[in-house]
Nanobody
Framework: QVQLVESGGGLVQPGGSLRLSCAVS????????MGWYRQAPGKQRELVAR???????NYADSVKGRFTISRDNANRTVYLQMNSLKPEHTAVYYC?????????????WGQGTQVTVSS
């Protein structure tokens, strides 16, 4: 079955860095667009960053210049490098894989990893 397993979350002080990883199995990873989303308490889930199967990236305005999304197709993994973290970046971060093919949308989620930015 399809599995997206996030790791790398944790507690970090303001100004610190974390690198999230999402290991994917059960799908042809290289043909999927991959994304990182986050959900803070009491808020809706929102897109943080996305990378297409071709390597194009886009970011939420709030993280541009701080976060970098990348992918390793050989290892079926997508990463989110987060620098200069702020308390407002505290959230559960989710990995997403999606693809539109023959009129059907294929969409999968990981279980999430908690990121807490606090002194």
């Amino acid at each position: 079955q399809v599995q997206l397993v996030e790791s790398g979350g944790g507690l970090v002080q303001p100004g610190g860095s974390l690198r999230l990883s999402c290991a994917v199995s059960g799908i042809t990873f290289s043909i999927y667009d991959m994304g990182w989303y986050r959900q803070a308490p009491g808020k809706q889930r929102e897109l943080v960053a996305r990378i297409t199967s071709g390597g194009s990236t886009n970011y939420a305005d709030s993280v541009k210049g701080r976060f970098t999304i990348s992918r390793d197709n050989a290892n079926r993994t997508v990463y989110l490098q987060m620098n200069s973290l702020k308390p407002e970046h505290t959230a559960v971060y989710y990995c997403n894989a999606d693809r539109l093919w023959a009129g059907r949308k294929y969409n999968y989620w990981g279980q999430g990893t908690q990121v807490t930015v606090s002194s």
